[in-house]
């Protein structure tokens, strides 16, 4: 079965700092992978997507993520975040075999910015 | 205004009692999930359904059951025999843009705090 692993639970920045979000991923085959954001009290939405081509991919709010296959990873990255970025930041995978594609979701971070 | 609703938004059930969740989305999409999310567990599935009248156990499927009569709706009922039910419930939908292919990226309700008395 596949799962999803991320390695910071809490992270407490400083406005201005950089992001670096680390996010494991264990399955061998054709993987889809996601970031999402859960902003205080809003839905769930898609802060960025990798099906395939370029593994830099870049998502809403200067947000980006890098697909390092050899790895098994996707990190997310933002050069400087801001006191809006404080929200809670899950890893997501779409993998599968026959079709399937069920979506597995990491822990989840809980990202703070100090203004 | 396309999107996921959940009602109700707070929940509050007696020990013993079934309640039912309700999940319905107009965006035309196929595959309907149900999550529960806990603090620091994530989201942890509990059912999916990727046609109507289908639906497959999630990791965690014990003590709910769904329905998915209508491609619209995917409601999730937490019986009694949910040891645990006190949660945060989310509904998410998605698109497979290829048939057999990979599902898009899915979108979420708004959620129901679920807890029990």
């Known amino acids: 079965a596949q799962s999803v692993s991320q390695h910071n639970h809490h992270v407490i920045l400083s406005e201005a700092a950089s992001l670096e979000l680390g996010c494991n991923y264990s399955?061998?085959?054709?993987?889809?992978l996601f970031w999402y954001v859960q902003y205080p009290g809003q839905h769930l939405q898609l802060l960025l997507k990798?099906?395939?081509?370029?593994?830099l991919v870049k998502g809403i709010k200067g947000f980006e993520a890098e697909f390092i296959k050899s790895k098994f990873s996707f990190n997310l990255r933002k050069p400087s975040v801001q006191w809006s970025d404080t929200a809670e930041y899950f890893c997501?995978?779409?993998?599968?075999?026959?079709?399937?594609?069920?979506?597995?979701f990491g822990r989840g971070t809980s990202l703070i910015v100090h203004p | 205004d396309g999107g996921i609703t959940q009602s109700p938004k707070y929940l509050f059930r007696k020990e013993g009692q079934n309640v039912t969740l309700s999940c319905e989305q107009n965006?035309?999409?196929?595959?309907m999930y149900w999550y529960r999310q806990d603090p620091g567990q994530g989201l942890r599935l509990i059912y999916y359904?990727?046609?109507?009248?289908?639906?497959q156990k999630g990791d965690i499927a014990e003590g709910y059951s769904v329905s998915r009569e209508k491609k619209e709706s995917f409601p999730l009922t937490v019986t009694s025999a949910q040891k645990n039910p006190t949660a945060f419930y989310l509904c998410?939908?998605?698109?497979?843009?290829?048939?057999?292919?990979?599902?898009?990226?899915?979108?979420f309700g708004p959620g129901t705090r679920l807890t029990v008395l």
């Open positions: 998410a939908s998605s698109i497979r843009p290829v048939a057999g292919g990979p599902y898009n990226e899915q979108f």
């Open positions: 965006l035309n999409h196929d595959a």
């Open positions: 359904s990727q046609i109507v009248n289908d639906f």
């Open positions: 997501a995978v779409n993998a599968g075999a026959g079709g399937s594609y069920i979506p597995t």
């Open positions: 399955y061998g085959g054709t993987v889809n």
């Open positions: 990798y099906f395939s081509g370029d593994p």
